[in-house]
């Protein structure tokens, strides 16, 4: 899956456009190297995302294309 797309259907981040922007200016890390909005994640991929001064740190358990808000927190983990 796109790495733009699974951070909005995990509602990491919650416009596929803001996700792509982030992408885009080299805020978002999957296994510690820069990538795209076009990246494919997989299971065990380690994000991470700076927000500012804040830097969020995850581990995807699961992958799925469509998810109920009461399935999200099932889909990643928080690394610190």
Do not use: H, W
């Amino acid at each position: 899956m796109r790495l733009d797309k699974y951070l909005k259907i995990s509602r990491i981040i919650k416009r596929r456009s803001v996700a792509n922007e982030a992408c885009d200016a080299g805020r978002v890390t999957v296994n510690g190297k820069v990538s795209k909005a076009g990246a494919e994640v997989k299971v065990g991929d380690v994000v991470e995302i700076q927000f500012g001064n804040r830097l969020t740190k995850f581990e995807i358990l699961e992958v799925k294309e469509v998810v109920r808000k009461e399935e999200v927190a099932g889909m990643y983990r928080m690394v610190t």
